[in-house]
């Protein structure tokens, strides 16, 4: 079996499919977060609604993914895009809102309540004291949560290739249908590689967006 | 000045309800620290939160240099007045500058005004600027984040503080420490002031005046000194403790006790005979010796018997002079710790002011005990 070769042989479709992979999952990652990130923050006001909130993304992220490509399939196909991309990225967007919400809500939850009592006592409106107290101290927690569902995603794009989404996945299935071993396994080192990259980038911007009055803190505990 | 007229606060409704604060009046005149006491549960922190509306009033009306606080708005409210809590509450992702200058910045201050701010505030706090400026929460000691906190409250120069136990956090030692500090920060600043504790020992040292609640009632307002001499009930008898007799020394001064005009001076040319005649003659155990209105030291009988030295080298030395300020306390301390019944008071000169015995100490013990409020004895 000789994946390198075929890797070598192939080197600018490689490309162009990571390159694919890598858009479809960043522009779902970038909605989720338009989305999930202030959804996690709003429903902190409301305990019930929090609860019923993420009950439901927990619902979302048990569905398997063709099953949820199926489901909508006739929604968008409304819009005309029942197929490829639209779908595809909607459905990475479903996916991610568990993480993404629940480790927002987690996050700013966390926030030791001495802080905001202090935040309001001294007069910040509450924009502020999210601005400059409970975002700053909840981010590490809300990347983890990208982070998550980063990953997750590309696992799950892969899978998009037969809606037609492309990407990586496109190996993959093409190499099953044709029976060629090394398509196949060429298609899930690169996924595998690409998922390993982002988590350690992930990890990375974790570590350099945290407060440093925080780093210094977690030093001091250990 | 803050007037609490009528203030109500009920928690929850129907069965359910709790009523926090119940029917509260009295006034905070300006430049004053009253200090707001009782168990936890009585209602102090409540109060205290209505204040600045952090909880909002059930009946009644809070009116803050004539102007009713529900006319203000509640974000410009708060900014407007100072407010410390016992967790301190600094964010750990600010420096001790970013802390400090969170209401100055709100205020929209420009940077210049407010870095001289920060220095000057750390400066007055004993905080060293330059090793602390640029320092986070996390590395500072309890006692420091404290002090931090008070500076963040004084920040934008508030006429109003509120603050709930604001040194509750710290070790006994440093707490003493810091409350020395913020009495003299405050006798120059001269805020007006409303400070939650509900250790007594606190109340006394910091409020000008006090105010003990019980189950959300005012049960007396006054001095400090009023309250433990005159405690206005059981209650408050029981809560100032059987020992408040020994509360009261600690803020009475010996200027308070002390006897200006002493019949027990001898000048220092008396000659040993002499004086020992005269200490027989008013069946006095102690005299004073003077020289030129300077005191130099006491004798007593034993002292003069069989000796004809002039007693200015026989008197022996005080201890300790005292100064009119010390508290008696302090005065007793002394006393006991060199089992001597009498000592003197001098002014600022060192010349004598007076003399203080045990036996005057203990009259306004006496004093004390003999109010109304009676405890078991």
Known sequence: MDVWQFLADNKKRCLALTWEHIWIVSLALFIAILIGVPIGIVITRNKKVAQSVINTANVLITIPSIA??????????????????????????????????????????????????AGRGLGMSRWR????????????????????????????????????????????????????????????????????LVDGTMALLERLITPKGVKIGRKQNQ | MIQYENVTKIFGSGD????????????????????????????????????????????????????????????????????????????????????????????????????????????MLQLEPDTFRDRYPVELSGGQQQRIGVARCLAADPKILLMDEPFGAIDPINRVEIQDEFLRVQGKLKKTI??????????????????????????????????????????????????????????RKAKDVMVENPANLIQASTKASDALKFLQDKKLEHGTVVEKEKPIGYLTSANLEETEAPIKEIAEAYPKLITPYDNLKDVMSVMLMYDIRVLCVVDEDN????????????????????????DKH
């Open chain 2, 16 to 123: 359910k309800s709790v009523t926090a604060v119940d029917n509260v009046n009295f006034e905070v005149e300006k430049g004053e620290l009253v200090t707001l006491l009782g168990p936890s549960g009585c209602g102090k922190t409540t109060l205290l939160r209505l204040t600045n509306r952090l909880l909002s009033l059930t009946q009644g009306k809070i009116i803050v240099d004539d102007q009713n606080i529900m006319d203000i708005n509640r974000v410009k409210l708060r900014q407007s007045m100072g407010y410390a809590i016992q967790e301190v509450g600094l964010f750990p992702n600010k420096t001790i500058y970013g802390n400090i200058a969170i209401v100055p910045r709100l205020l929209k201050w420009d940077e210049d005004r407010i870095r001289d701010r920060v220095d000057e505030l750390l400066t």
């Open chain 2, 194 to 251: 409303i400070f939650v504790t509900h250790d007594l020992q606190e109340a006394i040292k910091m409020g000008d005046k006090i105010a003990i609640f019980q189950e959300g009632q005012l049960i007396q307002y006054d001095t400090p000194e009023t309250i433990l001499t005159n405690p206005k009930n059981e209650y408050i008898a029981d809560f100032v403790g059987t020992d408040r007799g020994l509360k009261v020394l600690g803020l």
């Open chain 2, 351 to 374: 010349n004598m002011a007076g003399t203080i015995s045990l036996e005057d100490i203990q009259k306004s013990i006496m004093k004390i005990y003999s109010g109304t409020g009676e």
């Open chain 1, 68 to 117: 949820l490509f199926g489901i909508l399939l006739p929604i968008l196909s409304l819009i005309g895009h029942g197929l490829g991309k639209v779908p595809a990225i909607t459905a990475l967007v479903l996916y991610s809102q568990l993480p993404i919400i629940r480790n927002t809500y987690t996050a700013i939850q966390n926030v030791p309540s001495e802080l905001v009592e």
């Open chain 1, 129 to 196: 004291r999210l601005k400059e107290v409970e975002i700053p101290l909840a981010i590490p927690v809300i990347i983890a949560g990208l982070r998550t569902a980063a990953v997750m995603n590309i696992g799950i794009a892969a899978i998009a290739a037969y809606i037609g989404a492309g990407g990586l996945g496109v190996f993959i299935q093409e190499g099953i249908s044709r029976v060629h071993q090394e398509m196949i396994v060429a298609g899930a080192i690169l996924v595998s590689l690409l998922a390993i």
